[in-house]
């Protein structure tokens, strides 16, 4: 253990015996909570019945619901290439963790990751015994790589990518990072930026692959015309309905969309605008400024009961891992964290349903798929709410173009098809090597 590597375990460990008293006290009191508390710290009661049993066993770590649409793609393409694994897949939110959890029931053994704390990682290991850690994107935890390479387990990165923002952050403490780097095996990147910033931060450049980005290859590709007729019933909406959809808004943004809505509503005749926060919390925060301005509204969990459909002007999409869908009824899609300096989200899940894209000019953490949109003309980017409004107006009353945008944006996902397969065939060449 190197002196930097010392005085990170010194500082996290002091740091632990300060906060996690208090944590405890406070998550004890909810059950799921206290669960979740007790993963983190690397205590599993029911290790030894893992829903996959066999070797290899491969530990998947995925923060959120994003990485783990990403992982699920990549486990799909190491199943259609016939190599069968155990899977162990970890979250790091709770919002993740349920979506995990519905998505690979029956199909991995699903838990919360280990705080990044050398007793809580090797509690961790020691209850899994995997043979190959694979972190989606890059979440660099340098005990989580020393204790795997201390047990002869392989790590790599897939999907990896780093932002010229993170990268000023990282290299800040480069000299932690860079042996940390060293132990990892390979390094399946997203664009040529995420490598060249990867080996600046320290990884060996042999072991770093460029393989395009996962999320542009998602499993559901292909329309569900069930699915679609599904949201259209429940949102009373159909082909001539204008409708737009803001995702993934985080911050100052709830009360930026309220004042979007405001002027489109009194332009666009029937406009239906479904507004989703990022975060849930963050729903209360639109419900006050939508009841301050006396705007009828409705969450997304009070439609179908009983058989109502929607009846408010604006819906408020308060579930877990739905947006992805709803994106296709949408005739204008805004997609959020980008108005502040968040540094966006992924606008191509929108891209998918063939849907004309605006998004503001934080696009940092998704450079790549905005230039792939703006190449091929199937993104805006919109500098603040008022220009969002002046284009999203333009686009519901000229529906035409509206839909032509929308399948400029749809070829630009169909021309980066095949990044799972990519990324997993790097996986599929180390298997031979474990253990």
């Known amino acids: 253990m190197n002196p930097y590597h ?5 500082f996290a460990f002091g740091l632990s015996l300060i906060v996690l008293p208090a944590i405890w006290c406070h998550e004890k009191k909810d059950p799921e909570r206290k669960a979740a508390l007790t ?3 690397g205590y599993d009661f029911h290790p030894q019945h893992p829903v996959t049993p066999g070797r290899p066993r491969i530990w998947i770590h995925a923060v959120s619901v994003g990485e783990v649409k990403a992982a699920e793609a990549i486990v799909n393409a190491l199943n259609t290439s016939c190599i069968k694994a155990s899977i162990l897949l970890t979250t790091t939110t709770m919002t993740g963790q349920r979506y995990a959890r519905r998505r690979f029931a029956g199909r991995a053994t699903v838990r919360y ?4 704390l050398w007793g809580a990682t090797r509690r961790f ?6 043979d190959l850690l694979v972190c989606m994107e890059t979440e660099i935890w340098p005990n989580w790589i020393a204790n795997a390479q201390g047990a002869g387990i392989k790590t790599m990165f897939i999907n990896g990518r780093i932002s010229d923002r993170s990268i000023r952050s990282y290299m800040k403490i480069r000299r932690l990072m860079k042996p940390v780097l060293e132990k990892v095996d390979a390094f399946s990147m997203i664009s040529e930026a995420d490598a060249r910033r990867i080996i600046r931060l320290g990884a060996p450049a042999h072991r770093v692959q460029i393989n395009g ?11 569900d015309d069930a699915v679609v007729q599904d949201l259209k019933r ?5 082909e001539n309905s204008p409708v737009f959809v803001a995702g993934s808004i985080r911050g100052a943004e709830a009360d930026i969309l309220m004042a979007v809505y405001d002027q489109l509503a009194r332009q666009i005749p029937g406009l239906v605008f479904i507004l989703a926060p990022r975060h849930l919390n963050r729903s209360s925060r639109i419900v006050d400024i939508a009841s301050a301005k006396g705007i009828e509204w409705q969450y997304r969990t009070q439609l179908g009961e009983a058989g109502a459909a929607r ?3 604006l819906v408020i999409l308060d579930t877990i891992g739905e947006l992805r869908d709803v994106y296709s009824i949408a005739s204008v899609v805004f ?3 980008s108005l502040v300096p968040l540094g966006g989200q992924n606008v191509l899940e929108a891209a998918v349903w063939s849907k004309p894209i605006l998004y503001g000019p934080s696009m940092e953490d998704f450079e790549e798929a905005r230039t792939l949109l703006e190449t091929l003309g199937g993104g805006i980017c919109v500098k603040d709410g008022t220009e969002l409004v002046d284009r999203a107006v333009h686009l519901l009353l000229h529906p035409d173009e509206a839909r032509r945008l929308g399948r400029l944006a749809k070829r630009a996902v169909l021309s980066n098809q095949g990044a799972a397969r990519r990324h997993a065939r790097v996986v599929a060449e180390i298997l031979p090597n474990l253990g």
């Not at 980005?213 to 329309?223: F, I, S």
């Open 311 to 313: 009846s408010a002007p």
């Open 234 to 238: 429940l949102y009373a909406v159909d």
């Open 125 to 130: 290991l020691y209850a899994h015994r995997p």
């Open 335 to 337: 997609c959020g964290a």
């Open 113 to 116: 990751a280990p705080v990044d």
């Open 213 to 223: 980005n996962v999320k542009m290859d998602a499993p559901d590709l292909d329309r």
């Open 39 to 41: 993963q983190r710290l």
């Open 6 to 10: 010392f005085a990170y375990n010194f």
